[in-house]
């Protein structure tokens, strides 16, 4: 059975989604931050798993609900950090982010059994998944993060390692306020789609 790695920032004002302001204050970014990520979570409770690993950036809070091992992230680059989660495990495993709060447990239930790698594609160029299913770090170390060629140069370098890679769904990431409208329209029963509304209500009194 696959452990599932979800990689996060602490919500914190001023640290977690700030292309998000203008549009938003920084706590209001935290607060959306932080309904992403407690879907995600609960997304990935949802989900058969070997193991749940939270690879935190920061210091867990009450939204954290129980069944998480929680780890550090490491220093580095965003690469390295992805790497050293792949490293800590040892056996199939699948790694997200917390900006895809429309994830459901159906999407991260994955088979390895026709493949070697899962690659989900995110909309702005990157990825929002990636499973191996012999975790191997050295397929991540080196690729350009938070570029729009991002997810095409993680997936060839999958491809170039010889693996047999399936294709999950393609999902966007909440970076901007227009992507967070779309994302809460495609899980408009979401505790993130729940704070963007009550966010919106409270401007327009």
């Given at each position: 059975?696959?452990?599932?790695?979800?990689?996060?920032?602490?919500?914190?004002?001023?640290?977690?989604?700030?292309?998000?302001?203008?549009?938003?204050?920084?706590?209001?970014?935290?607060?959306?931050?932080?309904?992403?990520?407690?879907?995600?979570?609960?997304?990935?409770?949802?989900?058969?798993?070997?193991?749940?690993?939270?690879?935190?950036?920061?210091?867990?809070?009450?939204?954290?609900?129980?069944?998480?091992?929680?780890?550090p992230q490491c220093g580095g680059g965003l690469d390295e950090r992805l790497a050293a989660a792949f490293a800590?495990?040892?056996?199939?495993?699948?790694?997200?982010?917390?900006?895809?709060?429309?994830?459901?447990?159906?999407?991260?239930?994955?088979?390895?059994?026709?493949?070697?790698?899962?690659?989900?594609?995110?909309?702005?160029?990157?990825?929002?998944?990636?499973?191996?299913?012999?975790?191997?770090?050295?397929?991540?170390?080196g690729v350009p993060m938070s570029t729009p060629t991002t997810g095409a140069v993680q997936r060839a370098r999958?491809?170039?390692?010889?693996?047999?890679?399936?294709?999950?769904?393609?999902?966007?990431?909440?970076?901007?306020?227009?992507?967070?409208?779309?994302?809460?329209?495609a899980a408009p029963e979401g505790r993130f789609a729940r704070e963007l509304a009550r966010l919106r209500t409270?401007?327009?009194?």
């Amino acid at each position: 059975m696959t452990t599932l790695l979800v990689i996060a920032k602490e919500p914190l004002p001023g640290r977690v989604k700030t292309r998000l302001t203008p549009s938003f204050t920084p706590g209001e970014a935290a607060a959306l931050a932080e309904a992403s990520l407690v879907d995600t979570l609960h997304a990935v409770l949802a989900t058969p798993a070997r193991r749940r690993v939270l690879v935190l950036a920061g210091e867990p809070g009450p939204w954290l609900p129980p069944g998480f091992d929680v780890v550090p992230q490491c220093g580095g680059g965003l690469d390295e950090r992805l790497a050293a989660a792949f490293a800590a495990c040892d056996g199939p495993a699948l790694l997200i982010g917390m900006d895809t709060p429309q994830v459901t447990p159906d999407l991260l239930t994955v088979d390895f059994a026709d493949c070697d790698a899962c690659f989900g594609p995110a909309e702005d160029g990157g990825f929002w998944a990636l499973g191996l299913a012999e975790p191997d770090p050295e397929l991540l170390r080196g690729v350009p993060m938070s570029t729009p060629t991002t997810g095409a140069v993680q997936r060839a370098r999958l491809t170039a390692a010889g693996l047999r890679v399936r294709d999950l769904p393609s999902l966007r990431d909440v970076d901007t306020a227009y992507d967070a409208g779309l994302v809460a329209a495609a899980a408009p029963e979401g505790r993130f789609a729940r704070e963007l509304a009550r966010l919106r209500t409270a401007v327009a009194r």
